[in-house]
């Protein structure tokens, strides 16, 4: 058992897997860092209360904006990250035009996003449909 708690990032972490890995991260005593969603601000504004994560980042702008202002009132607050959906939507269009396949377009989206959660946390990050074996390990 290690002494100080594992630091971990949860994206997608008020969908059903986000809500059973945020379980067990809380069973295993692991330090939240992390949380990313799309726009359930209402999940979020919670799990924020429980875990105290250092960033925040929500994919929705109008969502991101509601929630910012939400976090007026938190004795806890943590750094919002609001990442423009045009953008994302934008390049995903214009990916799928050229016949790029969906799979490699989120790889691609989520090699980027990992990046730039690494670049603020000093974590290594795996998404779950990364997870695979040997993922964890490279």
């Known amino acids: 058992m290690q002494d100080t708690p594992l630091k971990i990032a949860v994206l997608g972490s008020t969908g059903s897997i986000g809500r059973n890995a945020l379980?067990?991260?809380?069973?295993l005593g692991c330090?939240?860092?992390v949380l990313a969603a799309q726009r359930d601000i209402a999940a979020l504004e919670s799990q924020i209360l429980a875990f105290k994560p250092a960033f925040v980042a929500v994919a929705d702008p109008?969502?991101?904006e509601?929630?910012?202002a939400r976090l007026d009132g938190?004795?806890?607050k943590p750094v919002l990250f609001a990442p423009c959906a045009a953008l994302v939507g934008k390049r995903l269009r214009k990916a799928l035009a050229r016949g790029t396949a969906r799979r490699k377009i989120l790889d691609e989206l989520a090699a980027e996003f990992r990046s730039f959660l690494a670049y603020?946390?000093?974590k290594k990050l795996v998404f779950p449909h990364q997870a695979k074996a040997g993922a964890w390990d490279s």
Not at 23 to 27: K, L
């Open 120 to 122: 603020f946390t000093g």
């Open 23 to 27: 379980q067990v991260a809380a069973r």
């Open 31 to 33: 330090a939240v860092e």
């Open 66 to 68: 509601a929630l910012r």
């Open 74 to 76: 938190f004795e806890h």
């Open 62 to 64: 109008a969502a991101a």
